[in-house]
């Protein structure tokens, strides 16, 4: 595990108040989206949702991505400016992306996902090259990369990250907005990945593992690529860390559920986090689980999470 022990290095404790700084930047790139529920919009998109919740633990976390020249893009840099989020947001021609969301019984959530978006054309500037080489962790997924433009931009970045950063993967793999080719690739970029238990089936039929369990696919995929840690969340049956000297299996406490919507994103989030504060892979994963399971009692991806919990990090 060369590079999260690098990384763990080379960021500031921190607790001090000199921590939260350059050495601390954390990325998530890609969607930023508004999620239509039936009963009105949340800011949402994987990549954003984590930046936050890495802020919130004291990092200096960063949604990097695009809108269009419209009022919903119009909110979304006043929202992200409220939750003083910092964020590298470039404007296009294109309309904000939106996602239609319906929530079944138990609060899981179906998405219709707008095309041709503001952050499906992603450009690459001066200013986000200049963001990634200063970069320490940053976290990509699948669907950004549904259009060229935006999966040129996000490649470019990785390219421009430094070597020893931490590259996570968060699979999120929705509709038809994915190929083998796509994660293949991708899974040669990152050093981390995060997959769901409907994903990590996906990819098990993609790659032919299909006789395989969820965890021989695991082990399979930190075996044949550059991968240092899998990270399996099953939903209310638990999750599992997985390196290739550990298996870690935490419960899924039993909450009331208001959404699950972002719970996966402050999962990784909050697991990152505490990595790079110092605790065990089995302490980091306890503390993602804690902080997941409270996500799901909120409305909405991005909730303010309480002290309780971020002391837990510190």
């Given amino acids: 595990m060369k590079n999260i022990q690098e990384n763990k290095q080379n960021i500031t404790n921190i607790n001090s108040p000199s921590g939260v700084g350059g050495h601390n930047v954390i990325v998530g790139i890609g969607e930023i989206l508004w999620d239509m529920f039936p009963n009105g919009k949340v800011l949402g998109g994987a990549p954003a949702n ?3 919740h890495v802020s919130q633990f004291g990092f200096e976390g960063y949604a990097v991505s695009a809108i269009g020249t419209d009022a919903l893009g119009d909110e979304i840099v006043s929202c992200l400016s409220n939750k003083k989020l910092k964020y590298l947001i470039e404007t296009t021609p294109y309309a904000t ?6 929530l079944s019984g138990n609060g899981i959530p179906q998405y219709e996902i707008c095309e041709n978006v503001a952050w499906d054309n992603i ?16 976290c990509f997924g699948s669907l950004a990369q549904r259009n060229s433009v935006s999966r040129t931009t996000i490649n470019r970045f990785l390219d ?17 907005f994915y190929t083998l080719e796509l994660i293949e690739h991708a899974l040669d ?11 990590i089936l996906i990819v098990g039929k993609l790659f032919g593992w299909e006789s395989k369990s969820e965890l021989e696919i695991c082990n399979q995929l930190l075996h044949s690529s550059s991968l240092e840690i899998v990270v399996l969340t099953k939903g209310t049956e638990g999750s599992y860390v997985v390196t290739k000297n550990e298996t870690s299996f935490k419960p899924t406490p039993l909450v009331e559920v208001a959404d699950t919507v972002g719970a996966g994103d402050s999962f990784t989030a909050a697991f990152v986090s505490s990595l790079l504060g110092g605790q065990s892979i089995a302490n980091a994963h306890q503390i993602a689980v804690d902080v997941s399971a409270f996500v799901c009692t ?3 991806a991005m909730p303010v999470l309480p002290e309780s919990l971020l002391s837990l990090v510190k």
């Fill in 50 to 52: 984590f930046a936050y």
């Fill in 97 to 102: 992306g939106t996602v239609q969301v319906s």
């Fill in 189 to 199: 970029r990152c050093n981390i990945l995060k997959i769901n238990d409907e994903e």
């Fill in 160 to 176: 421009c990250v430094p070597e020893t950063a931490l590259k996570i993967f968060d699979i999120n793999l929705r509709q038809h």
């Fill in 298 to 300: 909120q409305h909405g």
């Fill in 123 to 138: 450009p690459f500037t001066e200013e986000m090259e200049a963001l990634a080489r200063r970069t320490k962790t940053v």
